[in-house]
């Protein structure tokens, strides 16, 4: 059984809400909005708070969210607004984390805004706010000299207890090991089946490493969808996906997304199910249409779903 969760972004609201309700009631397992200070997406907290409130079931975080500078997200109050998030969809957030990437541009982009991006105290940084935060949501006092917390405490609870999921976005080394400490979640991004599962292995080996078992945390893969359904539309699909992201036909990405019809994407997905996937989180290239979102509710999500019979 493999969980399937869709991203959304962009700015217009009224299209986000109608995505995030026709997800909810499709039977998507989880729904996620971008976070940050880019042009595609509005505070995504604030968004946050309306996707609790127009979704039902489903549940609900960040894509990922950052803890590498109090400016970016002050650990208490973002454990503050996850408790705020999780009474409004009724416990159904998820704090997801990334480390943040390290291409230059991207630093810059964030010291554009006077906002520190530290090459090295990322991780730590990140460790250090994922104690802080479970210990405020257990109703702890904090103190964290390097988070600068002193004697912190927030109330009220969250409705989770201990607290909400935490996720965390890794695929070095160093990173994958703190999600082995530290996550109940591990995501990783536009890896093919191959791929996923040495990465699968690598994060297993961390798990002992760190001493816990294999099954309690659960393993994620970030990847683009382009369905069609008769073979026409298709290929129509896989166009429109070479042509966003600039693919040559023969580009390595294409095996790293479900492209194609109803009967190739569900290959695809079940080999990540194979690959050790739990998760798959999936963007549409026809968003915020929900064109492919219905056709993929339709025809690959119940195969995805469906328990497997006990023999």
């Not at 109090?70 to 990334?98: E, M």
């Not at 964030?110 to 906002?115: D, E, K, L, S, V």
């Not at 999600?179 to 297993?204: C, I």
Request: hydrophobic letters at 50%; aromatic letters at 8%; glycine letters at 8%.
């Amino acid at each position: 059984m493999i969980a399937v969760g869709v991203q959304t972004w962009g700015t217009d609201v009224a299209a986000l809400r109608r995505y995030w309700a026709a997800a909810d009631a499709l039977g998507y397992a989880r729904v996620t909005y971008g976070d940050g200070l880019w042009d595609f997406t509005h505070d995504g907290w604030t968004l946050l708070a309306a996707l609790a409130l127009q979704t039902r079931r489903c549940r609900i975080g960040p894509a990922v969210t950052y803890a590498f500078a109090a400016a970016a997200h002050h650990p208490s109050w973002l454990a503050k607004r996850a408790v705020a998030i999780d009474h409004l969809s009724g416990g159904r957030l998820d704090l997801r984390f990334a480390v943040g990437a390290e291409a230059r541009d991207v630093a810059a982009s964030w010291a554009r805004h006077g906002i520190a991006y530290p090459a090295r105290e990322r991780l730590a940084r990140l460790e250090a706010t994922i104690d802080a935060l479970r210990r405020l949501w257990a109703g702890e006092p904090v103190t964290s000299p390097s988070l600068g917390l002193r004697d912190a405490r927030i109330e009220p609870a969250p409705i989770q207890r201990p607290g909400p999921p935490v996720w965390v976005a890794a695929v070095r080394p160093r990173a994958m090991a703190l999600a082995a400490r530290r996550a109940d979640g591990w995501e990783t991004s536009f890896l093919p089946p191959a791929a996923f599962a040495d990465a699968v292995a690598r994060f297993d080996a961390a798990l002992v490493a760190a001493g816990r078992t294999g099954d309690v945390v659960r393993r994620s893969v970030e990847i683009d969808a382009a369905l069609g359904d008769a073979p026409h539309e298709a290929a129509r699909a896989a166009e429109r996906f070479r042509a966003q992201r600039g693919l040559a036909r023969d580009h390595p990405l294409l095996d790293a997304a479900l492209v194609g019809d109803a009967e190739a994407v569900v290959a695809r997905a079940l080999a990540y199910g194979e690959a050790g996937a739990t998760d798959l989180m999936v963007g549409f290239v026809d968003f915020p249409d929900t064109t492919m979102l219905e056709r993929f509710a339709k025809r690959v999500l119940p195969v995805l779903t469906a328990r497997p019979r006990i023999r």
